[in-house]
């Protein structure tokens, strides 16, 4: 490690946890799941619920690994968000027609209806979230969010 970056690292003496970007990004999604929560808590849809009907509303007919991926969530987790939201009647599953072993969830009708509420709420949740920040700041902290992620998916 170069010394450019010894300043935040806990190792190094005189560390202060303010000076650590990851405490940051744990704490900013923390705060930001605790404040989704409150607002679903009237429509009783959690966060984890929450996560996998917005992405099949932009990935329709996505598998159960497909949406595992997209949620970073394990298999055995995601499997039992979709039955919850099946039993619930927000999702419908079928097997792939090519593979079998393949499972694929869609919306409902009630749960498009249920994303548009969501939609709805996050919208307020993110006005909260950026308020005093411009787009364009939004925009470079999410490039600069990104290009961290890819440094360490490497």
């Known amino acids: 490690m170069t010394k450019k970056?010894?300043?935040?690292?806990?190792?190094t003496e005189n560390f202060n946890f303010e000076n650590f970007p990851f405490y940051w990004i744990t704490q900013v999604h923390s705060q930001y799941v605790h404040n989704v929560d409150q607002a679903l808590k009237k429509y009783g849809v959690d966060n984890s619920r929450r996560r996998l009907l917005t992405i099949l509303e932009t990935r329709p007919h996505a598998s159960v690994s497909e949406l595992s991926e997209s949620i970073v969530s394990k298999m055995s987790t995601t499997t039992k968000i979709v039955y919850r939201l099946k039993d619930e009647g927000y999702v419908e599953t079928y097997s792939c027609e090519n593979d079998a072993r393949i499972t694929r969830v869609y919306l409902t009708d009630a749960g498009l209806e249920m994303t548009q509420k969501i939609n709805d709420l996050?919208?307020?949740?993110?006005?909260?979230?950026?308020?005093?920040?411009t787009p364009l700041q939004v925009e470079k902290m999410t490039e600069h969010l990104k290009h961290i992620f890819k440094n360490l998916a490497r």
């Open 5 to 11: 970056f010894a300043k935040f690292l806990p190792a």
């Open 122 to 133: 996050m919208a307020i949740v993110l006005e909260q979230s950026f308020e005093g920040l």
